[in-house]
């Protein structure tokens, strides 16, 4: 299925502001209510929604050192690559992760209260792992851009 131009305006819209009623997208798109509700639902089912979140303000939760860390493995393999995912997914700190090409494995987005709270997650968490080689952390002194809007 391919998104025409007004499926289109509806995720633009949606992705500056999930709360939006059929009634108020119907609006925006020059579409009743339940027409545009109606796409809504065609696009949640199709996938191109896959879901509703907050955005919460991390320094607000306390969580003021933003970090990227990139995890060079040792060894390879799908068992150690398994292994290091299900690792992942335990710490609550690791926000994403991604796997790369180039030098590093790995590139994983963290949150963390302060530096020592990262300090233990380097030397505690990931570099014990069997797997893992090396880490190299970089701190975000700054964000210029939000996490923004996909282009659509």
């Known amino acids: 299925m391919t998104l025409d131009d007004i499926d289109k305006r509806l995720l633009a819209a949606l992705q500056k502001n999930a709360h939006l009623t059929a009634q108020e997208l119907g ?29 919460l303000n991390p320094e607000r939760l306390g969580l003021t050192v933003q970090g990227f860390v990139q995890v060079h493995l ?9 292994s290091f995912a299900r690792l992942l997914a335990t710490r609550p700190e690791i926000v994403s992760a991604w796997t790369m090409t180039g030098d590093a494995d790995y590139l994983l987005r963290v ?7 990262l300090n233990r997650l380097i030397h505690d968490v990931l ?14 002194m700054d964000q210029l851009k939000r996490d923004g809007p996909l282009p659509t």
């Open 27 to 55: 609006e925006r798109l020059h579409l009743s209510p339940s027409q545009a509700g109606r796409r809504r639902q065609r696009l949640e089912t199709e996938g191109y929604i896959q879901g509703y979140t907050a955005r």
């Open 111 to 117: 949150y963390c209260a302060d530096l020592p709270s």
């Open 127 to 140: 570099l014990p792992h069997g797997a893992v080689a090396k880490v190299h952390s970089q701190i975000v």
């Open 74 to 82: 040792g060894t390879h393999g799908p068992e150690h690559s398994a």
